[in-house]
């Protein structure tokens, strides 16, 4: 199961990316990593910021709401539009 889900998070995206750009689906793919790993590097600073000024529970409910919005907007990329 494990194995399943990794395969599935880096094909999914990478499909996306080639039926969105298909000529430049290699610089999206970079772009998206780079932007998801800036993501990753600055969470634990905003989590602990959110922690001081109003507690756990509002810092992962804040974690969880973005897990929400970058899933429904996820949802939102139509790969019919093509951008180059």
Known sequence: MPAAAL???EILPWAACKDIVPDFSGLLWGLMNMLGNLGGWHSPIATAAIF??????????????????SGVLCLAVKTEDKLA
């Not at 001081?52 to 929400?68: I, K, Q, S």
Request: glycine letters at 10%; proline letters at 0%.
């Open 52 to 69: 001081l000024h109003v507690g756990w529970n509002m810092a992962f409910n804040f974690a969880g709401l973005m897990m929400l919005m």
């Open 7 to 9: 395969i599935a998070r």
